[in-house]
C-alpha cells in the first residue's frame, strides 16, 4: 500500500516562506519522479514542479525562480522551498508518484492547504 503524507502546509505573509514534505511509503522511490501540484478554488489542478530519479528538476513557469523541489532519497522524502510567496500561489498543495516508465502519476498524497495572505 503506497501512501503519501505532506505536511508543512499554514498560513503565510505574502512575500514569506514555507517549505512543505512528503513522506512517501514506497519501495521504488529512489526510482520514481516525484511531483508537486496545486489547486486553487475552481481551478483546476495544475503542475507546480517534479523531480526525477537523477535529481533533474522541472518547475511551473508561474513558480520558477521562487520554489525549490529536492528529495532525500534516505528518508524517502520530497520537499518544497516556496520563497516570495503571492497570494495567487494560495491552494491545496498535493505531491505525486510518477512510477519509473510510466506517463502518469499513479499515487497521490492527501494535499495540504497553503493560504498567502495578509
Known amino acids: 500500500q503506497v501512501q503519501l503524507v505532506e505536511s508543512g502546509g499554514g498560513l503565510v505573509q505574502p512575500g514569506g516562506s514555507l517549505r512543505l514534505s512528503c513522506s512517501a511509503s514506497i519501495r521504488t522511490f529512489n526510482s520514481d519522479t516525484m511531483g508537486w501540484f496545486r489547486q486553487a478554488p475552481g481551478k483546476e489542478r495544475e503542475f507546480v514542479a517534479r523531480i526525477t530519479s537523477s535529481f533533474t528538476t522541472y518547475y511551473a513557469d508561474s513558480v520558477k525562480g521562487r520554489f525549490t523541489i529536492s528529495r532525500d532519497n534516505a528518508k524517502n522524502t520530497v520537499y518544497l522551498q516556496m520563497n516570495s510567496l503571492e497570494p495567487e500561489d494560495t491552494a491545496v498543495y498535493y505531491c505525486?508518484?510518477?512510477?519509473?516508465?510510466?506517463?502518469?502519476?499513479?499515487?497521490w498524497g492527501q494535499g495540504t492547504q497553503i493560504t498567502v495572505s495578509s
Open positions: 505525486a508518484v510518477r512510477r519509473y516508465g510510466e506517463s502518469s502519476y499513479a499515487y
